[in-house]
């Protein structure tokens, strides 16, 4: 008797051509642009999108929330004080609130308080101004899911390749609290495209409830080109959704030769943050690296790290470039060899074009 997809493992119940897009080839690592290019346009914008894609990113990574009247658009979280300019709207003012989001209080303009004709009104800005400057703030809208959809879909119709989607479901528990269902949106938007029927798709979440949902979900609509990642994030912390249920689990645990297997009863990716694989030594030198990315082999799991930036500070402190400008190219080249070399199956990066110049061969002689 056949086993059902989800029993059979992560290799058999995907397509072919998906099991190969999520894993190392000749050319090293596949390369997914973190929320866009967003160290060189504001994050979560279709121009961000579009500028990865030209870049050669395999993948491009939407991070989705919900407006009040159920629509997922792309923010890295739900606060958008920080990335739009709601600040400046005196009409939305009395709707700065303070919330308790995933066990931290947040203040600020939160997304599920509007609905998607007053989040049009709002525009893009940089996150990390200090670094990246402000010169296109004001300049681009927040994009649905949808419309990030059809703008790939028309990129990969214009440079003959094939570019993946790899949305994040963001802070799931809370908007089911407040009545709101994005794995249903997600799983309605999905079917409604004939691209996402096609093109390798990945969904990642920190929690661990709604991958197994949408798992059932996905083999009930035979979607083989949708694959799962499950997220790990800081080792003492757990998933929020393992919280609110009283069995709090730390992301470590998780990682136990166990704990992978049960991961990939239900994903096909793990996706850690990229000290799990690469530490960094006392010296400030990337160290040797950990058995994670064999362990997760050895369990059918691809490994996929989050995230690489091309900024002084972000990188470890051996690699840094410390001149006037923030922006160490050597560096950042230097850490993607290195990942490469650990044997992960792809980067998250918020430069795709300088991750995507870092992993070309070098010429032959």
């Known amino acids: 008797m056949a086993l059902p997809a989800a029993a059979a493992g992560p290799e058999a119940r995907l397509a072919p051509g998906v099991r190969e897009a999520i894993r190392a080839s000749a050319r090293g690592p596949a390369v ?6 967003s160290a060189r346009l504001p994050e979560h914008t279709l121009a961000a ?7 050669g990113a395999d993948f491009v990574e939407p991070d989705l929330v919900m407006t009040r009247d159920g629509v997922l658009v792309a923010r890295h979280e739900n606060e958008i004080g920080e990335t739009t300019d709601v600040a400046a709207h005196p009409e939305f003012a009395a709707r700065r609130t303070v919330r308790r989001v995933d066990d931290a209080e947040v203040e600020g303009w939160f997304v599920e308080d509007f609905t998607l004709e007053e989040l049009r009104r ?3 800005r940089e996150r990390l101004p200090e670094l990246r400057g402000t010169a296109h703030d004001g300049r681009y809208p927040v994009p649905t899911f949808d419309e990030i959809v059809a703008a790939v879909a028309a990129a990969s119709e214009r440079s003959g390749r094939t570019i993946g989607i790899v949305p994040e479901i963001k802070h799931s528990s809370h908007f089911h609290a407040r009545g709101l269902d994005p794995e249903a949106a997600l799983m309605a938007s999905l079917r409604a495209h004939d691209y996402t029927r096609s093109a390798p798709v990945g969904v990642q979440s ?6 197994r949902r949408l798992r059932a979900l996905l083999d009930e609509a035979g979607l083989r080109n949708v694959f799962l990642a499950q997220l790990i994030g800081a080792p003492e912390a757990s998933p929020h959704d393992r919280v609110l249920a009283g069995a709090p689990r730390p992301y470590l645990q998780m990682l136990t030769p166990e ?3 049960k991961i990939a009863g239900y ?8 000290r799990y694989v690469l530490p960094v030594d006392d010296a400030g030198a990337l160290a040797a690296p950990t058995p994670l990315v064999a362990a997760a082999h050895a369990a059918g799991l691809a490994v996929h790290v989050w995230t690489l930036r091309p900024e002084d500070p972000f990188l470890p402190p051996a690699l840094r470039c410390g001149g006037a400008a923030p922006r160490c190219e050597a560096g950042a080249r230097a850490e993607a060899r290195a990942f490469a070399e650990a044997g992960v199956d792809a980067l998250f990066g918020d430069d795709p074009g300088l ?5 070309r061969p070098p010429p032959a002689d």
């Open 32 to 37: 997914i642009a973190h929320r866009g290019a």
């Open 49 to 55: 999108y579009e500028r990865a894609i030209a870049d």
């Open 122 to 124: 709002l525009r893009a």
């Open 206 to 211: 920190f929690e661990i409830g709604n991958l």
């Open 259 to 261: 704990g992978l297997a």
């Open 267 to 274: 994903a096909d990716v793990l996706a850690p943050h990229l």
């Open 355 to 359: 991750l995507r110049e870092a992993l």
